[in-house]
């Protein structure tokens, strides 16, 4: 993975399960004869320098198929006193199964003399801690850690290390993934990856990134990129997640999606099969002894899964890449997504229903497609079960799921089927929401006068996802505190309302959740000074939120993301003093079109009712920054169109 070095608020360097030599502690030493030890650099001349900058930016990687290194340097200097607050402590995390980490160099540069913060490898604090185990993580990770003693305004920081990683889950692919991370300007940013002359690897640089040269060096394929006074590239506000890779270079070993299909494909199977006498076949049993319809039985295996076990991951060793077996999961009831996945195919296969894990990228699998093939590019795993010729997808690390429609598409874009004969990426499309994933109701009754607190009634109805964490939040919180957030959520001191009572009522053969809070609204009649009537202000017509302007930049014309699959509905009732009469309504009424959503609008009276109603659906995943721009016009029109309730004279 990536070689880069973190010189963040307190300097840490995070490992990314890649990388190494196994060791429990760091050494210490010059770099390998490899590496190109660079000087430290001028400082680069730049109008409003940060507290911080960075003067020299060094990544080298040496591939092989044995075992890659990865050589990280960053020398920063302290323009100011506010750059001493951030830059306290040197730490390095590291896999001791996989990696092996030697420190080269950790020295403050003060008017031309070294102070050598390595002299003494007892200050270097080593710790074996698990900084994750609130998000029921366990990874094994050791964490280096060094003070930064006596720093001062004006020094040079200077800091080094190789990284040595090797795992034989890879079987000798290699991966590097360099990005420029640093702000304002870089005196010299250097990357240089190379491998054996007779590997093949292939690589992408993304726009901002410039232009890497390739030569043949010493029997080996060296590709690099060296450019003094560099501004890091900003990826471009409010793009798809595809755009926003600016700056960066990947380098990988595997040829194509089909390889790594292959490679995890033994790994799936062998996690996933039973003993005769395994206690998973009885579970199994029992399903198909009760529920007869295929898609019924997948998922009820879904929710065995989800709540007989619980998720905890574990990365220690192989852990990071290797499935725990489905009959360890099951005994110690808790295992990953990779453990889940085993379990869920193997009820399946004892179901007889066809099933196959997925390689995915929660939150950002958006453009996976265009990016080198690696295993580097997933952080989950599913299982999608066909049925009939149809897919539904199974996600074990899930919680709470109530309905079959749990297994609709998920928004993770591309995923990559584990196969023994390889498979290639495949699109994941999601459909678009036929049922509001929230239905908002909020009737005031007015009936008594406009001096009168208006009893209020809001109503909250939640499908899907939605309906899930509630009752995932509902499970977990103990009811008053359940009630106080909803009470302190929609009590509103600028509307007036107060909300006094919470209740709630689950309804999982449909999939919803509804909340409903009881209160009073002290309702604003205020006085239209031109037309000398009371009126009740409601709000802005319903909109989407305008667009930004972009600046200057890499992919500063691509399109802007729009919220896909979403559709939400709200409706406000007002029972009106004096059975309605006389009283008027003014509100957007129609159907827009506008930034990839359609917004149906609605006001009128019925009755003694004033009702207004909003719905609105997104129809498109992304729009282009020409539409946006005219879009901004048409948000600005639609918020020009107040709601409201008149009295009469």
């Known amino acids: 993975m990536s070689s880069r070095l973190f010189l963040t608020s307190s300097l840490a360097l995070s490992a990314i399960a890649f990388a190494a030599t196994a060791a429990d502690k760091p050494t ?13 650099p001028p400082a680069p001349t730049e109008d409003g320098a940060a507290a911080v900058q960075v003067l020299l930016e060094d990544h080298q990687s040496r591939l092989d198929p044995s075992g890659d290194a990865y050589y990280s340097r960053r020398t920063i200097k302290i323009l100011k006193p506010e750059g001493l607050v951030g830059v306290k402590s040197m730490s390095v995390i590291w896999s001791p199964d996989i990696e092996g980490v030697t420190l080269h160099t950790l020295r403050i540069i003060r008017d031309g003399k070294t102070i050598d913060l390595l002299a003494d490898p007892k200050d270097v604090l080593v710790l074996r801690r698990e900084t994750n185990l609130e998000q029921a993580s366990l990874d094994g990770r050791i964490t280096a850690t060094r003070q930064i003693d006596g720093l001062q305004t004006g020094d040079i920081l200077d800091f080094a290390i190789t990284r040595t990683h090797s795992d034989p889950v890879l079987q000798g692919h290699s991966f590097d993934g360099e990005r420029m991370a640093f702000a304002g300007v870089a005196g010299r940013y250097r990357t240089i990856i190379s491998w054996p002359k007779r590997d ?12 890497p040269v390739l030569k043949e060096v010493d029997g080996r394929s060296k590709l690099s990129l060296d450019e003094t006074n560099v501004l890091a590239p900003k990826p471009p506000i409010g793009a798809p997640l595809r755009f926003l890779r600016v700056g960066q270079l990947q380098a990988t070993s595997f040829q194509d999606w089909t390889e790594i299909s292959k490679l995890m494909a033994p790994l799936y199977l062998k996690a996933s099969r039973l003993a005769p006498d ?3 076949k009885a579970e199994a049993a029992a399903i198909a002894a009760r529920v007869k319809d295929p898609k019924a039985r997948t998922f009820a295996a879904l929710q065995l899964v989800e709540d007989k076990t ?20 099951w005994a110690r009831r808790f295992g990953d997504c990779k453990a889940k996945t085993a379990l869920l195919l193997a009820l399946l ?5 066809e099933a196959e894990p997925v390689l995915v990228n929660l939150g950002a699998g958006d453009g996976l497609d265009e990016l080198p093939p690696t295993l580097a590019a997933f952080n989950h795993v599913i299982v999608r079960a066909k049925i009939e010729g149809q897919s539904y997808w199974l996600d074990g690390t899930r919680t709470g799921d109530t309905n079959p429609q749990a297994m609709n598409p998920p928004p993770h874009r591309w995923g990559l089927p584990v196969r023994a004969q390889g498979a290639k990426l495949e699109q994941i499309v999601e459909p678009q929401i036929t049922v509001p994933t929230s239905y908002t109701v909020i009737r005031l009754d007015a009936s008594k006068g406009f001096e009168t607190l208006a009893t209020a009634r809001i109503t909250i109805t939640f499908s899907g996802l939605l309906a899930t964490q509630a009752r995932s939040i509902l499970a977990r919180t103990p009811r008053a505190d359940f009630e106080r957030s909803f009470r302190q959520q929609y009590s509103n001191p600028t509307s007036g309302i107060e909300v006094e009572q919470v209740a709630w009522r689950d309804d999982p053969v449909r999939d919803l959740f509804t909340i409903e809070l009881t209160g009073t609204d002290d309702m604003d009649w205020r006085k239209n000074p031109d037309l ?6 409601l709000g802005s017509g319903a909109a989407p939120r305008p ?27 007002i029972i009106l003093p004096n059975g309605g009469q006389g009283f008027t309504v003014r509100g957007a009424t129609g159907i827009a079109r506008v930034a990839g959503y359609e917004i149906a609008s609605g006001a009128g009276i019925q009755g003694n009712v004033a009702s207004f109603t909003v719905e609105q659906h997104s129809v498109t995943s992304e729009i282009s920054s020409a539409e946006a721009e005219a879009a901004n016009r048409e948000i600005r029109k639609l918020r020009d169109v107040d709601s409201l309730v008149r009295a009469p004279a």
């Open 28 to 40: 210490y030493g010059p770099p390998g004869a490899w590496v190109d030890v660079a000087p430290v």
């Open 200 to 211: 093949v690897v292939s690589w992408k640089a993304t726009p901002g990134f410039g232009v």
């Open 278 to 280: 395994s206690p998973i």
């Open 310 to 329: 619980r998720y905890f991951f574990i990365g220690m060793g192989e852990g990071g890449y290797l499935p725990a077996n489905a009959e360890d999961t």
């Open 349 to 353: 296969g004892e179901l007889g229903v």
């Open 532 to 537: 000398g009537v009371r009126e009740f202000r």
């Open 547 to 573: 667009f930004p302007k972009r600046q200057a930049g890499p992919n500063q014309d691509a399109p802007f993301a729009i919220p896909y699959p979403a559709y939400t509905q709200t409706r406000t009732d």
